[in-house]
């Protein structure tokens, strides 16, 4: 594992020969290395950045066969950028949505507050319905969970995108350490319901694999339904090593 000073100056680094690869398209692979050199990189660190680039295909190297010159290209459409501004896209939106998310929270919290005193003073279900707003528990599931869903689909998609287009490991570190950065900003702006949704989950499998009609289908088909009973186990002991404690 590289220390901080270290990941750091390998950035810097690797910035300074995108910069100038960038500004003098078709460079040399010596040109790179003399500029790199009054910038306190040795040769072969700016080479083992250089084949860094070219194996995570943002550098295309194209070899001059006349005059045997490797000449350097930035690719502005490569793969690693693309899904690095997109997550920079997604981040800013997070940050955005933190405030609003907040203040949901707050008055979900609040109301429930109300909705306990007055259960504790015996007040009748006709007058406690009236603390319970529908406006805002529809913006809680239009405006909260709608976009922890869709969130949650892109993080999905970008990670699938990352495991089929990325091959270097460098890049790779970089773009899943940033996904999970990100999801743990996503998950301090909501409570933990997570024990909830998976009761939700668990009960809505044990509706399906009752249903007559849909093992009939499966027992057609040879799918073996049964192995929902242990998906649910699996569930529950989920349920109590990693949840019961925070609940």
Known sequence: MLTPKIRHEEDMREVEIIKFIKQNPGSTTNQVVKYMD?????KITTLKTINDLIEGKRVRDEHDKPNGFHKLF????????????????IEKIVDIMDKPLKKIQRLLEDQQKELLRLTDLKVSPE?????????????????????????????????LHIDERI?????????????????????????????????????????????????????????????????????????????????
């Open 74 to 89: 930035y690719d502005d459409n490569n793969d690693f950028d693309l899904i690095n501004n997109q997550l920079t896209k």
């Open 38 to 42: 009054k910038n306190g990189s040795s």
């Open 167 to 247: 091959n270097s490991d460098k890049d790779l570190q970089i773009l899943y350490t940033k996904i999970i950065k990100l999801m743990r900003k996503v998950s301090k702006q909501f409570p933990r319901n997570a024990k909830v949704t998976l009761d939700g989950i668990i009960n809505y499998l044990g509706e399906f694999i009752s249903k007559k009609d849909i093992r009939v289908y499966a027992q057609k088909h040879n799918i073996n339904i049964n192995l929902i009973n242990d998906v649910i186990d699996i569930v529950e002991n989920f349920k109590n090593e990693f949840l019961a404690k925070e609940q």
């Open 127 to 159: 007058q406690r319905r009236k603390f319970v707003s529908e406006e805002l528990y529809s913006l809680q599931i239009d405006y909260q969970f709608t976009y922890l869903h869709m969130i949650d689909i892109m993080f999905h998609v970008l990670s």
